[in-house]
């Protein structure tokens, strides 16, 4: 699941369009760089470190220019002895100082602290997101969207094996959907009151005990495994008594808990500033490495444009095996690898999308999320088969008149 799934938009009464979800990553960095407080770090990115952000390979990704300015920064850290040189992102001393008054160290945390803030609030999406239990069903779409989504994927055969989502995505739609409805997944933590990242629990199952008298299991139908395979905005770097991994999931997040935070788990801002190698990220790659290569696997793709190098090379690795399957929906244009995917002509290869029409400002595509969910993922609950069978009939009746 890509960015796509999560942004949904709203037609107003003057013809115009509200995000009510989170916008995929293109609009979100055009909103960031042209934002009236980014003028002044803007002009230095380009006239001190040649950083040009209308450039293709910065204006329409937030994490590419976020990851280049951890890697410069990392490149001072080293230059300046620890004991002297304070993290930026450890202080309050960045949030007082001008941007003129700081060094270029400075400069780059205080940067790389706007933008993490700014795709914080985002993702946390609080302004339609925060009171969603006294709203109606109407004027939370999106959430329903992800309820129905889930909802459908129960009815999935018992006897296939659990499904495996994985995302890229920051925000917690998918959590709030399965918690609503009562559904179980496992998302790499463990623990009761305070919850660290252990990858071991990925290899757990929840079942229940089918015989008192002997030791019966069976593995529950509503259960997940669900992999945050670029972080998640309620994951931050915390100690813990006898952990491993200091990652620790926050089970209320809100920007004003999270502002002051010195690491949050979205990428590229992982631990120690090694890109994706650290953990969670490598043990989460590692998860998505090991499902792919699977015999007899199907990956399915909704909202991924496909712009992520690190994950279609994963993706591409597992067309060595023969009985790997690839279903994308998504629309192939010639910017993007999905033409191109299209164009290798291999039946192993499914596209389902189509062209926005011209012309069509409020039309939704078949490859949406929206769309998918309603018209193109099947809901196999018996009542639903029942009165499809029925309609059915009933027209076979009509046609035979």
Same mark, same amino acid.
């Given at each position: 699941m890509g960015s796509g799934c999560s942004s949904f938009k709203l037609e107003e009464e003057n013809g115009k369009f509200k995000e009510?979800?989170?916008?995929?990553?293109?609009?979100?960095?055009?909103?960031?760089?042209?934002? !009236?407080? #980014?003028e002044e770090e803007k002009q230095w990115l380009k006239s001190t470190l040649k950083i040009d952000i209308e450039s293709q390979t910065f204006s329409s /990704?937030?994490?590419?220019?976020?990851? =280049?300015?951890?890697?410069? +920064?990392?490149?001072?850290?080293?230059?300046?002895?620890?004991?002297?040189?304070?993290?930026?992102?450890?202080?309050?001393?960045?949030? @007082?100082?001008s941007f003129k008054k700081m060094d270029e160290a400075e400069k780059i945390e205080s940067i790389i602290l706007k933008a993490r803030n700014f795709l914080l609030q985002k993702c946390l999406n609080e302004e339609n997101a925060k009171s969603e239990h006294d709203k109606t069903s109407a004027d939370q779409p999106l959430i329903e969207l992800y309820k129905q989504f889930y909802r459908k994927l129960l009815t999935r055969n018992p006897t296939l094996p659990?499904?495996?989502? #994985? =995302?890229? /995505?920051?925000?917690?739609?998918?959590?709030?959907?399965?918690?609503?409805?009562?559904?179980?997944?496992?998302?790499?933590?463990?623990?009761g009151i305070s919850k660290f990242f252990n990858p071991a629990i990925f290899n757990y199952a929840l079942a229940?005990?089918?015989?008192?008298? &002997?030791?019966?299991?069976? @593995?529950i139908d509503n259960f997940f495994y669900l992999y945050k395979i670029h972080g998640s905005v309620n994951w931050i770097q915390a100690e813990g008594e006898n952990k491993l991994f200091k990652v620790k999931e926050i089970q209320e997040p809100t #920007? $004003?808990?999270?502002?002051?935070?010195?690491t949050i788990m979205i990428h590229p801002t992982p631990l120690k500033y090694n890109a994706s190698l650290g953990s969670p990220y490598s043990d989460l790659f590692r998860e998505f490495q090991k499902k792919l290569m699977q015999n007899n696997n199907i990956l399915v793709t909704i909202g991924y444009s496909f712009s992520d190098e690190h994950i279609n090379n994963l993706i591409f690795q597992a067309f060595t095996i023969p009985s790997f399957r690839l279903i994308v929906i998504g629309e192939p244009t010639n910017k993007n690898a999905i033409e191109k995917l299209m164009d290798l002509?291999? +039946?192993?290869?499914?596209?389902?999308? *189509?062209?926005?029409?011209?012309?069509?400002?409020?039309? @939704?595509?078949?490859?949406?999320?929206?769309?998918?969910? !309603? *018209?193109?993922?099947?809901?196999?609950?018996?009542?639903?088969?029942?009165?499809?069978?029925?309609?059915?009939? &009933? /027209?076979? $009746?009509?046609?035979?008149?």
């Open positions: 009510i979800g989170i916008p995929v990553m293109a609009p979100m960095a055009m909103e960031f760089y042209h934002s !009236e407080d #980014f /990704n937030l994490e590419e220019f976020l990851s =280049t300015l951890h890697s410069l +920064s990392f490149y001072h850290s080293k230059k300046t002895k620890p004991e002297n040189k304070e993290s930026a992102t450890d202080s309050d001393e960045l949030t @007082v100082k659990r499904l495996n989502i #994985f =995302t890229t /995505n920051y925000d917690l739609y998918s959590e709030r959907a399965m918690d609503l409805l009562g559904i179980h997944y496992v998302n790499g933590f463990t623990g229940e005990k089918m015989d008192l008298s &002997q030791s019966k299991w069976s @593995v #920007f $004003k808990g999270l502002e002051d935070e010195s002509h291999d +039946s192993r290869i499914w596209i389902i999308g *189509e062209k926005w029409p011209e012309g069509k400002t409020n039309y @939704v595509p078949l490859h949406f999320f929206k769309r998918f969910v !309603e *018209e193109v993922l099947p809901d196999l609950t018996a009542e639903d088969l029942d009165k499809k069978m029925e309609k059915t009939i &009933q /027209n076979l $009746k009509d046609l035979l008149k």
